[in-house]
């Protein structure tokens, strides 16, 4: 959550830092700020978004070459224009921005106002700020900014990307991290600093992610690298391979609604170079190590959030499935807080689009302890998560801008399936003709995706049937129960309409109460081994009034005469349905939230990488 950005060397930082604020406004938009240096520094902050910021700085002076700026998602005090960020201590000294949450800051605070400092905000970081200056005054000259950052953050207990100006300083600006990303980029005599590459890819290639407890000093020309301890670092210097096109919108009025229709091709850039192209095998590299204690575990243990978390569940049933490995899934926050018993052989894989959200990262640190193998499979290049784990797999969907998490589901699901495919067949649990069967079905799926996309029309003319409803109802069974609960999350967080995901069967059980002429229920009712129980479950909907749209295998008529709607998809093997069935649920929340006039792509009150517990 928060996006940092900050430059130095000779062009404007101003602009930059604007544009890279609007990059990084998916990670939290509840106040936007800048601290430009010239002569001095000039602050300017404001609750909202980026763009109330760039109203109110309209026509003042922000020249300078060295700058940094933020964008909030607020955990400590309210969102408003004094709690917004940078933040200054209270003799001038350091300005910050930071991203995370310092746990201690209310002890450091009482000691701070204990030595008669002031504070005007409801902040973690203006503590961190005083914190800071506090050590720096009591050096008396015999310690610089660095020295007083590195000691003020050995006292910190919590997670930060922060950067700082030093008043006493002004050639250069001070970078830390822990816990929280940062990426710094490396320009012809300039430097930009992120919380992640899409501020910086325009502008060079040339990228040094901060690893823990590195403290970064970083003049136009010069860049040092230490650990808090004061120990050197060598930086290491990466090549980005996103290209800006993926960053941008290109002519659709959503990221969301982008990146929905760009599935058929991130589900082949996720499956690239994994399959062979003569269909005979599946490779995936990254997990070569690792595939004995994988094909030898007792249990394989899932742990992530949100959608990531629905991918697991539906990796549940792949795996149990095709190669008969036990699995749990978790949530990473209450797998670190409930004392889980994790044996050696066990194997975590753990999701994360991000690679950033903290509870995934926190519960891989508690499995590592134990002694178990991680696997990780994540989103974003170079994201903490994929440096944390033992060995992983890039989904490769591409950046994910919106929020609601599309593409990058398809993509995880894929590479589950890819893993369930390749344990079955290496634990002799499926025929070398099932192993081809699964790989071509799979490759198929992009082709699909995209007939799929042709209902569209169909998809928002049901919307707008149904966009005032003020709850639903998401059935499947199977396969399909993990594709439910996403389908209702989807709806939730981005129409903000209630919305329960439940396996079709446990319906009768407790929210048929629910249902009368009002209530939409989106039944995923393809073709499968449990196509007869699903149609009961219709019925059963039908005979209390309720409203069904279905999403069914194209050519059913059985379907067709019960619902009040249907959605087709294409014929699959119905371990690879939720990769289809998806799609359309996507699309039904996404113009569901247009037509109730929702900020699509930044959902009131979420962030899209949650690096807070
Ligand atoms: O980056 P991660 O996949 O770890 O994020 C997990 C959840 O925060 C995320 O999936 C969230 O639920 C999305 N907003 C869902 O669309």
Known sequence: MCGIVGYIGDKEAYPIIINGLKRLEYRGYDSAGVAI??????????????????????NKDVSGNIGIGHTRWATHGEPNDVNAHPHTSENGHFTVIHNGIIENYSRLKKRLEDRGYNFVSKTDTEVLANLIEFIYIKGKGEIDAEQAVRLALSKVIGAYGI?????????????????????????????????DATPIIEHTDSVIYLNNDNVAVIKKDQLTLKTIGNDKREPLI???????????????????????????KSITDTFRGRIAADLSEIRLGGLHEVMPKLENAKRILIIACGTSWHAGLVAEYLIETIARIPVEVEYGSEFRYRKPIIYKDDVIIAISQSGETAD????????KEAGATVVGICNVVGSSIPRETHAGVYTHAGPEIGVASTKAFTAQVTVLTMIAILLGKNNN??????????????????????????????????????????????LGRGYLFPVALEGALKL??????????????????????????NMPVVVIATQDNSYDKIVSNIQEVKARNGKVIAIVTEGDTVIKDLADHVIEVPKSHEAIAPLLTVIPLQLLSYHIAVMRDCNVD??????KSVTVE
């Open 37 to 58: 240096v010239d002569k001095r520094t000039k602050i300017y902050k404001k609750k909202g978004k980026v763009n109330e910021l760039e109203k109110l700085v309209y």
């Open 163 to 195: 950067v700082i100006i030093a008043k006493d300083e002004p050639d250069k600006l001070i970078a830390a991290r822990k816990g929280s990303p940062l990426v710094i980029g490396i320009g012809e005599g300039e430097y930009f600093i992120a919380s």
């Open 238 to 264: 990466q090549k980005l391979s996103m290209d800006i096109g993926s960053i941008e919108k290109n002519g659709y009025d959503h990221f969301m609604l982008k990146e929905i229709f760009e599935q058929p």
């Open 360 to 367: 995934t990262l926190a519960a891989i640190n508690i499995a």
């Open 429 to 474: 649990k499926i025929s070398e003709k099932k192993y081809l069967e699964y790989i071509k079905e799979l490759t198929d799926i992009p082709s699909k995706v995209e007939e799929i996309l042709k209902s569209d029309s169909l998809i928002k003319e049901i919307s707008a049937l149904y966009k005032n409803a003020s709850n639903f109802l998401y």
């Open 492 to 517: 939730k967080e981005i129409s903000y309409i209630h919305a329960e995901g439940y396996p079709a069967a446990e319906m009768k059980h407790g929210p048929i109460a629910l249902i009368d002429e």
């Open 602 to 607: 930044q959902p009131r009150n979420l962030a």
